[in-house]
Each structure stands twice: as C-alpha cells, then as structure tokens.
C-alpha cells in the first residue's frame, strides 16, 4: 500500500510540472532604440525656391506648408534676425491662417530681431489696410509678447508701455524709420503716458510724418485731439507725398477728425507734392462727404496741376480699367453740381 501511494504522488508532482511547462512564456518584443524612436521624419519633399519668409509675407500658405514638409527650419532666420512668424504678422492680408500654421509647427512666438522687435510687435504695429487685430490676438494667446515699446504703444498695452518707460527706455528714441513711441500710441491714454514723460510731439520720421499723421492714418481722434493741444503742427508735411493730415483724412474718410484739423487750422487748399489738395483725396478715393466738408469749407474746386482737378480725378478710369465707381460719380455729380470743371475744360476756357 506504501509503495502505491507513493507512485501516485510521484505521478502527480511530474502531471502538475509538465502541466506548467506546457504554456510557454509570452514572447518578448524586440525594444525599438531609443536613438532611432527620436528622430524626425525624413523631408517628404524638396523645399520650393521661394524662400518660406517670403512666402509668410505674401499670404502663400501653400509655398509654406511645402517648406514645412520639406523639412525647412520654421525658425530660419533672415540677416537681421527675422522670422517668417515676423514675415507673417506683420503683413498678414486679413487672413491668420499661416499664422496659425507657423505656431502649429513650432515658430517661437517671442523670437526677436536684433532690435528685440517680437511678432506681436510686428503685428500691432502693421499699417496694412488688411491687418486684423485677430492675429495679435492669436499671438498672444499664445504667449506672445511686445519686445519694444513701440509695439507696445501700438498695441494698446499701457502697462506694458510702463514697464519700458521704468526700465529706462528713451521716451523719444527712433526705431528704423525714425519714428518714436508716440508717433504709435494707440490710445489717448498712452499719448498721455508717453507726453508725460517728455515725448517730442512733433518729432519726426525719417520720411517727415509726426505723431500727428499717423493717428489721423489710424482714425484715433482722441489722440489726435490730445496731440493738437499739445502744440502739434495741424498743417505738417511728411511721407513721400509731403501730404498734411488732412489729406490722409480725406484719403481716409475720417471725417470727424478732417472737421477737427479744420477746426484748429488747418490748409483745406494745401497741395501734396503732385499737386493734389484734400479734394483731390476724396475724389480719388470715393469719400464724399469728405468732399462735401471740404468745398463748405472753402476747398478749391478746379484746383489744377498737370490738368489733374478733382473732377478730372473722379472721372478717371481706374488702373485696371473699367467705370469709375459709383461713390467716386456721385462725387463727380456734386463737383459739377458746385462749378467743378476738368482741366481740359479750363483749358478750352483759357484758364
């Protein structure tokens, strides 16, 4: 019995192992190295030869997502430090959707020129006529910053302005163009900020604008209203142009502040470097009642250089053809309504 019992347990203790033996280990997986796992996928295409910087600028979103899968540096920088984030923010064409590309893809947002100039400040400072306050904002969302005061100022960013100005920032330094803090103050407050620590009112840019010519640009009445009263020269000639501020007014179509400049002296006959007077502004560019504030106040109606009235202005046909536009014939209707003659007309007259 002892020797049965015995061979039963042995034939027992060699079921159970063979039982475990027979489920064999998970296979194990070969482990990726670790070298290999980071590195960045290979080009997927050769860069195009428009550079991605000036790809940014155009608004070719198409020229920069090929650089982008080509592999090309999303932070590549120009010689004065600029990337094509820069490139973008600042001559955006309404649209934010490179922008949004570039951080998507790494861009930094808070890279800087040799100026220390960020995109933000690139893109409130933009004169584009199609910049949108929705890409500083984008910036921002990301964590974009202003760099330099002028961007600041432009920007609206008052407490921003302040920490520059307690830093020590010259309150009347010149960036590139020549032009100074206030000459982009964005707000009545900030010109007040700016004036309060000795901002030159009538400084000048490089092309001869003051601060005053630049709020009238941007319509911010209430610091054109603050910078007149401050001693700025209504009748100041600057750009390419030598235009006053009452041309861009008419250019424009900022009437309150043309009734403003008006209001406080300014030339309704002066003439730009071509010849043209605020009427010939309004003309061109369709603001009618422009005009119309413009001949109750004065304006010459056949004011003529180069046989160029305003009449002759509004009745041009455009550069790339077809029929003036209606506000530039209703303009032309009240010209004529008022004794506005063409310069061949005067001519014939022997005017």
Not at 27 to 56: N, W
Not at 136 to 148: N, P, S
Not at 196 to 212: E, I
Not at 245 to 271: Q, T
Request: contains cysteine.
């Amino acid at each position: 019995m002892k020797l049965i019992l015995t061979t039963i347990a042995t034939v027992m203790l060699v079921g159970c192992g063979e039982s475990q033996r027979s489920t064999p280990a998970p296979e194990a997986k070969p482990v990726e190295p670790v070298a290999e796992a980071s590195q960045p996928e290979p080009p997927t295409a050769k860069a195009p030869d428009i550079s991605i910087h000036d790809a940014a600028r155009d608004g070719n979103i198409e020229v920069v997502k090929q650089h982008l899968a080509a592999g090309t540096d999303v932070n590549v920088k120009s010689e004065n430090g600029g990337t094509p984030l820069h490139r973008a923010a600042f001559f955006n064409r309404g649209q934010k959707e490179i922008v949004e590309l570039l951080l998507a893809n790494g861009a930094d947002v808070n890279a800087k020129y040799v100026d220390g100039t960020t995109p933000l400040d690139m893109a409130t400072r933009s004169k584009h006529p199609n910049a949108s306050a929705e890409t500083a904002d984008l910036l921002r969302k990301h964590g974009g910053k202003h760099g330099v005061i002028n961007g600041a100022a432009a920007g609206g960013d008052i407490e921003a302005v302040k920490g520059f100005l307690t830093a020590g920032t010259d309150v009347n330094a010149k960036d590139a163009g020549g032009e100074t803090p206030l000459y982009h103050a964005a707000t009545k407050e900030i010109a007040e900020l700016l004036i309060a620590n000795g901002a030159s009112v009538n400084a000048k840019t490089k092309y001869g604008r003051t601060p005053l010519h630049d709020a009238v640009f941007g319509g911010h009445k209430e610091v054109a209203e603050l910078l007149i009263s401050k001693g700025a020269d209504v009748n100041a000639e600057g750009g390419g142009f030598f235009r006053t501020p009452l041309h861009d007014a008419a250019v424009f179509g900022h009437k309150e502040i043309a009734e403003l400049l008006i209001g406080k002296g300014a030339d309704v006959n002066a003439n730009d470097i071509i010849g043209w007077t605020p009427l010939h502004h309004a003309a061109e560019n369709g603001q009618r009642e422009i005009a119309e504030l413009l001949i109750a106040e004065g304006a010459d109606m056949n004011a003529n250089q180069y046989g160029e009235t305003p009449l002759y202005i509004a009745l041009k046909q455009p550069i790339l053809g077809g029929e003036p536009s209606p506000s530039r014939k209703a303009i032309a209707d009240l010209l004529r309504k008022h004794g506005g003659k063409t310069g061949e007309e005067l001519k014939a007259e022997g005017k």
